[in-house]
T-cell receptor, first 114, second 112 residues
Framework: DQQVKQNSPSLSVQEGRISILNCDYT??????FLWYKKYPAEGPTFLIS?????DKNEDGRFTVFLNKSAKHLSLHIVPSQPGDSAVYFC?????????????FGQGTRLTINP | SQTIHQWPATLVQPVGSPLSLECTVE??????LYWYRQAAGRGLQLLFY??????ISSEVPQNLSASRPQDRQFILSSKKLLLSDSGFYLC???????????FGPGTRLLVL
């Protein structure tokens, strides 16, 4: 049973436009969500996170929205730049105490076209 | 600042051979440590995690094992590799109670 799902394996966006990446989860115990960016043959890089007590968190060009009732979160990148082309993973955890095990989605490959 | 190292970067091993991948973290004490695997075209799967020296928890029954002989050292091992062990292995760390896990550069393992 996949608790975190990214239903779009790929997304293509024009440079300068908005990129919207989506993520759905099923476990209502998840209370912390993160987005990572990954280039080929490299480790994931942390982008932005959000606690379940918030519905929005913004950091520069990146904004994450959380809709708890729909168990859905999204990452908005605006404006999109060629360097944003990568695979994006969303991840979720239940509680920060103890081990904090992250559950990852399958990833969405974002391609920014010039 | 904290840094995380993994080696080797790439490894090609025959089926049935042993495996040892190493991960070390600098600039922090008593981190939580994690091993993940990314199979081709798939997400990241948590394999093992450790909250302290000698404390290892396994998430998925498999052909692999992990050890934490020192506070900032995490080792992934196998006695006999299988073809299905091929993948991209990632080590991660986080400070206890903090929100974010930080990943190393990864090791690409190809078992032939």
């Amino acid at each position: 049973d996949q608790q975190v799902k990214q239903n779009s394996p790929s997304l293509s966006v024009q440079e300068g436009r908005i990129s919207i990446l989506n993520c759905d989860y099923t476990n209502s115990m998840f209370d912390y969500f993160l987005w990572y960016k990954k280039y080929p043959a490299e480790g994931p890089t942390f982008l932005i996170s959000i606690s379940s007590i918030k519905d929005k968190n913004e950091d520069g060009r990146f904004t994450v929205f959380l809709n708890k009732s729909a168990k859905h979160l999204s990452l908005h990148i605006v404006p999109s730049q060629p360097g944003d082309s990568a695979v994006y993973f969303c991840a979720a955890s239940a509680g920060l105490q103890g081990a904090q095990k992250l559950v990852f989605g399958q990833g969405t490959r974002l391609t920014i076209n010039p | 600042s904290q840094t995380i190292h993994q080696w080797p970067a790439t490894l090609v091993q025959p089926v049935g051979s042993p495996l040892s991948l190493e991960c070390t973290v600098e600039g922090t004490s008593n981190p939580n440590l994690y091993w993940y695997r990314q199979a081709a075209g798939r997400g990241l799967q948590l394999l093992f995690y450790s909250v302290g020296i000698g404390q290892i928890s396994s998430e998925v029954p498999q052909n692999l094992s992990a050890s934490r002989p020192q506070d900032r050292q995490f080792i992934l091992s196998s006695k006999k590799l299988l073809l299905s062990d091929s993948g991209f292995y990632l080590c991660a760390w986080r400070s206890t109670g903090r929100e974010t896990q930080y990943f190393g550069p990864g090791t690409r393992l190809l078992v032939l």
